[in-house]
């Protein structure tokens, strides 16, 4: 069965969604985006994603589209694909539109594309490596989801490359920032810990939940701490919430009863609130 594809303002078969060449999200990466999961047929924490990436488009200067708007098409485009609405991964793409061969832009008019598939099947767990990539947190567009991703395909290439399925960088300050699609939480001595917003991470939905629906402190955590943490996870839309086995080729505890509780209690209130 052929996806068919939102491409500006009309429903397209997958082979024939096109953007133009000069469109800034590919010439230079003047664009924003959110991915989020869709389960039986609808899309978890649509509002909060549709507002971060209206956050997102206002850091960038990028004419935003009306929210509801943007839910009508959401919608509609979980309805046109069902072999992957009862799990499947869909992304909202908005840039600046068409512009010239630099940095300036000509177009009043965003281009927006919004696609989808089925759900990638994580590990129970996740191995990490340690990048040296630091994260300016002092950018003007630190927390911005932009289509700018190619430090992240660095990163995720290098953890690979070493053996592992997820990179953890740490921002200018040699603390903490993030993973390069995911959040990083820690447990130390019975308490959970993440990175502040300030360090530089993306303010993650799943993150936020979780800081929402159970006892985190947000604090700066040193990037040393990674060779000595006893337990930790990770969080992302994809991946709810997925316990460290590994950090650096050295063994966590997975089976952390914190770790178990908050995973199994994320994924039973996510059920019962599909937009909370």
């Not at 959401?74 to 992957?84: A, H, L, R, Y």
């Not at 919004?114 to 927390?143: D, E, F, I, Y």
Request: hydrophobic share 40%.
């Amino acid at each position: 069965m052929v996806n068919l594809v939102w491409v500006n303002e009309a429903l397209v078969p997958s082979e024939f969604a096109r953007v133009s060449v000069f469109d800034h999200g590919f010439t230079v990466g003047d664009g924003v985006f959110e991915t989020m999961q869709v389960r039986e047929g609808v899309a978890f924490a649509l509002s909060r994603h549709l507002k971060r990436l209206e956050n997102s488009a206002k850091l960038l200067s990028i004419k935003s589209l009306d929210l509801e708007y943007l839910k009508t098409v959401v919608n509609e485009v979980i309805k046109v694909n069902p072999e992957s609405s009862s799990s499947g991964r869909l992304r909202v793409t908005l840039t600046s539109g068409d512009g010239p061969l630099g940095s300036d832009r000509n177009s009043e008019t965003p281009t927006l594309v919004v696609a989808m598939s089925t759900l990638p099947k994580w590990a129970p767990s996740a191995k990490l490596a340690s990048v040296k990539m630091p994260r300016n947190h002092l950018s003007p567009l630190a927390g911005a989801k932009t289509t700018s991703y190619a430090e992240n395909v660095l990163a995720l290439a290098t953890a690979k490359a070493q053996g592992a399925d997820e990179a953890i960088l740490p921002n200018v300050a040699m603390n903490i920032c993030e993973g390069t699609g995911s959040n990083f939480f820690a447990v130390i001595d019975g308490k959970v810990f993440t990175p502040p917003l300030t360090a530089g991470c993306l303010g993650g939905i799943t993150r936020e939940l979780v800081c929402e629906w159970f006892d985190c402190i947000e604090q700066d955590l040193p990037f040393s701490m990674l060779a000595e943490i006893p337990a930790g996870f990770l969080t992302s839309t994809t991946r709810d919430v997925q316990p460290i086995s590994e950090i650096d080729s050295r063994a966590l505890s997975k089976d952390h009863e914190i770790i178990s509780q908050i995973q199994s209690e994320f994924l039973a209130r996510s059920k019962q609130n599909i937009d909370p």
